[in-house]
């Protein structure tokens, strides 16, 4: 079965620092995809970074960056430079066919 | 490019009442996804179609729940009767394929008294 397990409920940075949101997930499918989706506060669900696992190759757009562990299931979110803009919940997800969402994080920036 | 419209944004109905969503994906967007977002969870996928037929229905409560996509663009996620449990936030979404980026519509938040 998949899953997606998000271990830190709720995190905080300061501004202009970095943070890593962590992520771990189970799958027994051979090729698929990850994703970290970003919920701000009353608004949509957004995609931040996304990563083919057949890919060694870490994925980064601008400030966001991951680390990808095939071998040990886990799928880290990095953000640089922190940005009140930066503040949301934050989803881990895998799928192939189907996508599963892991609980979620909530970040908080500090100014 | 408009982005995706759901609607109402929120409905409050009383237990065992029937209630339904209606979302328009992006234009071209020929996966299209409903999902539940219970307060303080992730998304869980009720049901995924692919143009205007069902590609996944197995986390979908077939005994109230049903969703229909007649001409392969809009879709409709009706409940009867609603439960209780049933109060969330249910988003639609879509893309040009599966492994692809899903554009999230607004969400509809559903309260059941």
């Known amino acids: 079965a998949q899953t997606v397990t998000q271990s830190q409920p709720e995190m905080s940075v300061q501004e202009a620092e970095t943070v890593t949101l962590s992520c771990t997930y189970d799958?027994?499918?051979?090729?698929?995809?990850l994703f970290w989706y970003k919920q701000p506060p009353s608004r949509q669900m957004i995609l931040v970074i996304r990563q083919e696992a057949y890919k060694q190759q870490n994925a980064t757009e601008n400030r966001f960056s991951v680390n990808f562990q095939k071998a040990a299931k886990s799928f880290s979110l990095k953000i640089s430079d922190s940005q009140l803009g930066d503040a949301a919940m934050y989803f881990c997800?895998?799928?192939?066919?189907?996508?599963?969402f892991g609980q979620g994080t909530r970040l908080t920036i500090n100014p | 490019e408009a982005g995706v419209a759901q609607s109402p944004r929120y409905k409050i109905i009383e237990k065992r009442q029937s209630v339904a969503f209606w979302c328009n994906p992006i234009s071209g967007h020929a996966t299209l996804y409903w999902y539940q977002q219970i307060l303080g969870q992730g998304p869980k996928l009720l049901i995924q179609?692919?143009?205007?037929?069902?590609?996944?229905d197995s986390q979908l409560p077939k005994d109230r729940f049903s969703a229909e996509r007649l001409k392969g663009v809009d879709s409709t996620l009706k409940i009867q009767p609603a439960k209780l449990e049933d109060s969330a936030v249910y988003l639609c979404a879509g893309s040009t394929g599966t492994y692809n980026e899903q554009f999230f519509g607004p969400g509809t938040r559903l309260t059941v008294l």
């Open positions: 997800s895998q799928g192939a066919q189907k996508l599963v």
């Open positions: 799958t027994s499918e051979s090729d698929y995809y």
């Open positions: 179609f692919q143009n205007n037929g069902v590609v996944d």
